[in-house]
């Protein structure tokens, strides 16, 4: 679904950078402002530190001088209000209205791709083409920083997001809150796959572990801790307790090495 980020009225140029990089983490790049304090938001100086490599959002950006203007296009307005009101839309959780909003997405397609399959059209008219059917939009609605979003703008959208948060403190600045409903939105959807921080772990193979278990068995029977004699079960049991482990090449290393030393160590004493 297109995807849109409207900030009306906005005060801080820190914020318009937060924004833009807030929503660029998740993928999103736009961005409309409704009559911004600054004219020239887009271009301060603060607004491009707080964006921190978000620039192509913000030149993609838009500053339009009414709502109506940042609306084209978009079927679904979803308001960020968390002050009450007796009158508007009704309030909800993102996640939960996400999923409730693309069910409902879904279920349109469907019926569009039934009715298309459908040979027999009583009313004469062309069956509807899903593929050609307006792809669906929705605009998330962010108020000043000083008071909020207006009434006026709040009655006009489908849903008031509220973002759960403690019940004795629910302040959360503009940056942040624009983050919140951007990472749901965005796992609504499908989300990103984790990228791994360190590189994939190569495991030690058959032969080094056994290697490794040999040398071992050397520098254990040459501190006097395994008699060769009555063995018992010490090398089959630290065969499996090495197995476990799962050894880097790396770690084999480091072992063998521990067990030179213990070899060392022993003959010396000698």
């Known amino acids: ?22 929503m660029k983490t998740m993928g999103f790049d736009d961005l ?9 938001v887009l271009r301060r100086e603060e607004t491009i530190q707080r964006a921190s490599g978000a620039l192509d959002v913000l030149n993609n950006a838009r500053i339009v001088a009414t709502l109506d203007e940042a609306l084209d296009g978009v079927s679904h307005l979803c308001a960020t209000a968390m002050t009450p009101r007796d009158f508007g839309p009704p309030t909800a959780a993102p996640r939960a209205h996400f999923e409730m909003l693309l069910k409902s997405e879904l279920l349109r397609h469907e019926a569009l791709s039934q009715e298309a399959q459908n040979p027999s059209n009583p009313s004469g008219d062309t069956p509807a083409d899903p593929c050609a059917a307006p792809q669906a939009g929705v605009a998330f609605l962010f108020g000043s920083e000083r008071f909020g979003m207006t009434n006026e703008d709040v009655y006009r959208c489908h849903v008031a997001l509220s973002i759960p948060t403690n019940p004795g403190f629910g302040s959360l600045n503009l940056g942040a809150a624009i983050q919140v409903i951007a990472y749901e939105w965005r796992q609504a959807l499908g ?80």
């Open 1 to 22: 679904m297109k995807t849109r980020f409207v900030l009306i009225n906005t005060s801080h140029a820190g914020n318009v950078g937060a924004a833009a990089r807030a």
């Open 32 to 40: 409309v402002l409704v009559a911004p304090r600054w004219a020239n």
């Open 191 to 270: 989300g990103f796959a984790v990228q791994d921080a360190t590189p994939p772990r190569t495991l030690a193979d058959a032969a080094q572990v056994a290697g490794m278990l040999s040398h071992w068995e050397q520098a254990l029977t040459s501190i006097g801790f395994l008699d060769p004699a009555a063995p018992k079960k010490l090398m089959p049991r630290l065969n499996q307790l090495f197995n476990r482990a799962q050894l880097s090449p790396e770690e084999i290393h480091i072992l063998r090495g521990v067990a030179k030393a213990m070899i060392e160590t022993a003959q010396a004493k000698r």
